[in-house]
């Protein structure tokens, strides 16, 4: 997925749209009143946003003031009744984070203007770029190996510059009207705790030991873990991840919030958990990616600097993103063993998952963690024998194919 740089002509059945129509009002009254005068917006393009929300750029037709040429409007309609988790006060007050924090520090396109009544924000438009996605499914090795290690430094760079800025992110949470201290994974993962060793004794024929549900468990705390906290994306996909010439840049915190940086850290070994563009990486990359990772984050916690400290934390939080995918991607009977996704390249998910498993079959016996180990083990021989042997292989992204 590229990103446009200009807006092209008005799609016709778009422009037409009252969802289209409605949020290019709502952003030109925004921004009017952000500046105090009239300002007006045109050839609305639609970028296809989560679902959860209208992602338009929309090209600055008429202003008094020195504004970019495009920018970038998300608009969110009120949650389902009933829902839990409300998206936009997640995503509003993560991009007020980083606003406030200055163009050395952020990591992210600019906020330009928002409101809370409308549920809206206007961002920056960073231009016609590629994603981290882009450089993993292209063919270019070194580019994008240079990609993953830029986005790792870059996640270590946003834990160290929001460490010990809870009280302000909760703060502007409040004031958008939304609950402070809510992770959406955490719930998801509560859930998938409960859940998985039902699954997987029903599906797999695994009986999940005591000492691995304990370590299970262990990866469970670290969501509410009050140590080494700072903010996190929640479930950065690779295709929300921009390379500019500026550096990397991330998009989409609908799921920003503050929690253990280990968690984040940890997915560096899968990576990318919770997105079906989750091919196998070569030898040696991820732990690649943890040290840039690390070089960055320990100058704020540097008692990570010690293995003895971050490498339990990375095994716990690792078996917790295991679990959790597992949960959601495991094919239950009568379901076809197809794609992740369908929007991007995916993998079949038998073979991303049992990828996954042997991983942590293998970090947990370097770890000397051999009931966990053994746990993994069972999982990812079951998975082989249920699925096929084509299950066992997880091709490489292809740009290391």
Known sequence: MSVETTAGPANAAGAADNEVVATVAAAESVLSRRFGASIRLADPEDLRGSGKSTVLRVRVASTPFSLPKTLVVKSYAEPPVGELIDPFPHEAVSYQLFTALGGEDRICPELIAHDGTKRLIVLEDLGRVPTLADKLLDHDARGAERALLAWARALGRLHATTAGREADFDALTRRLGGRPGQDPVARRAKVALAELPEMLQSVLGVTVGEEALAHAHRGGRLLSSSQHRAFSPSDACADNNLITGKGLRVLDFEGGCVRDVALDAAALRIPFPLCGCSFRLPNGMTEAMVAAWRSEVSQVFPDLEDDDVLMPKLLHGQLLWVWLSTWMYLPRPGVPDGPITNRL??????????????????????????????HADQVAAAMAERFGAEAAHLPLFPAFG
């Not at 995916?346 to 947990?364: E, G, I, K, N, T």
């Open 345 to 374: 390249p995916s993998p079949r998910r038998s073979s991303a998952l049992h990828a996954r498993w042997q991983r942590l079959r293998d970090d947990a016996a370097r770890a000397k963690r051999p009931a966990l180990a053994e």
